[in-house]
């Protein structure tokens, strides 16, 4: 790796905010014979155009001997970051692969076939007269030959091993706050009628304890294996086969990992093992601090490592849990170029969301929502519900306030789609979203404002995080939470003359703040320290859209005309009450600090 290049590597014409400054300090940490750097880079520092500058320092084939590693990986756990890099014109040289599935076959007749299930993978000997033109071989062998290969951190962690993409000089990972969590979750082995092809002829034993799964690993991996190979043997195999074959070759590969390494002393890994309904029912084995794991995924993978995330909240955790040496990592924080009044935090809490109090709290919640949407009656707003529960009653509830026309959601299956729905729409409609609080970017109108339901807690009835507490690792537990926060808060605001506001409407998410302030970049500290108690209008529905409409689940966005007014009519008094809302709330902003940024009157 050649640091020294790092700055002639940007990928823009000129910087902006603290980008020279930040790529002079990962110069710098890097010169400084660290192996890793930590990226600490809030939103809207151009983590991507960073990302290729480091990049770029990877050792070049005119630079290295023959058994030099060269070149660089770029990969991201998120799909939809991956898919702004392939947007971006500035990054245009990263040259992205994705998996076989996102790839259709050419053949004829072919066409709407996935190449995982074309004839190559169906016909035992295929020899495709294609196969230099098949878009994802392809792609593959243009990937594995450019400087920088891009690609989500599922296939970089599945291509291990692999002598297409072998290790690199440098590998930057952006969006690394969760990287022990995702090493968790494509390490954790689901046995289940959903992901086990021959359930049906299994005799699931109960699963009382660590050795007796290493037991039922071995016998289930041996049957899986005899299975595979019958199909294997066959010349020819239907799709629906394929896929039977590829997933008893996956299942064996993972229960021969986890059977390996619960025997290796060497191993730092911890599992636990859930059968919450015993006997024949299903069973999930799951990694803890899946260092080894990690090992050979990640960390054997390249010379160099730059991570990069907003929320790398404590450096000393962070290496714990991946397994790296904190003395051979240099942490490099960014300073943050967006107006601290431009992110606007208020205090609207109505109680608890726990469980025991959710009854009481989310009709309240429901309420604020309209008095929020009051206050933006021309604005787009997005609600983080947290849980397709809390969605289903924040519709209901916003149904019965006669807000449903305003209101959107996603449905399990249908969660892009209908996001890409919101978003295209200029209407000034709220949407009800699960889970997305991480890579979504909603810049100037596409949304002003958004509303936290509830605070991030990790579901203590996972046997990981049970685990974890009862060890006694709450700093753990409060860190996670308030990491998905401000990754939350990034939401509506990307850019130093963007502006969006969050609300907060569980009073749990203030204990947060308390138990994890030692955490807190300087910059969101900051924010916390400025929240206050917004001026909300008074509760009427009529201010808020009410028109009374029905919204439904599921991304539409459903109106029934009044039977009592006319289309006009209901125009001009929808017309008017915004009217109101405007004038009121101008006369509000007078005495808001935001009163600079949001009066465009």
Known sequence: MNPERILDEFPAPSFRGNQQEALSDIREAFEGENDVVLVRAPTGSGKSLLARAIAGCARRVDEADPSDSTGAYYTTPQVSQLDDVAE????????IIRGKRNYSCILPGEHDTPVNRAPCAREKGYDCSVRHRCPYFSDRAIASNREIAAMTLAYFMRTAGSEVFRKRDVVVIDEAHGLAEWAEMYAAIDINPRTVPIWDDMKVPEITGLDRAVEYAERLGGTLKRRKDDLVAQPELTPAEVARRDRFQELVSELDWFVEDYRNPDSATEWVVDQPDGKGTAITIKPMNPERYL?????????????????ILNKAAFCRQVGLDPDRVALVDVGHTFPVENRPLYDVTQGKMTYEHREDTLPKIARTIVRVMQEHPDEKGIVHAHSYHIQQKLA??????????RVRAHGRDSRDADLD???ATDDPDVFLSVKMEEALDLKGDLARWQVLCKAPFLNTGDSRVAH???????????????RTVIQACGRVIRAPDDYGATYLADSSLLQLFDRARTDMPDWFAEQVDLMSYPELPEFDPGDAGGDGSIGGLGGGRHRTESPSQSTDDQSQSNSQSRQSSRSRRSDRKKKSPMADVWDTE
């Open 88 to 95: 971006d014109s500035l990054l245009d040289d990263l040259k």
């Open 295 to 311: 090992a050979h995924t990640v960390w054997e993978r390249g010379n160099k490592f730059a991570l990069l995330s907003a929320t």
């Open 396 to 405: 209901e509830h916003l149904d019965a306030f006669g807000v449903g026309g």
């Open 421 to 423: 729905s919101w978003k």
């Open 468 to 482: 974890r507490l009862e060890h006694g690792q709450w700093a753990w537990y409060y860190r996670a939470a308030l």
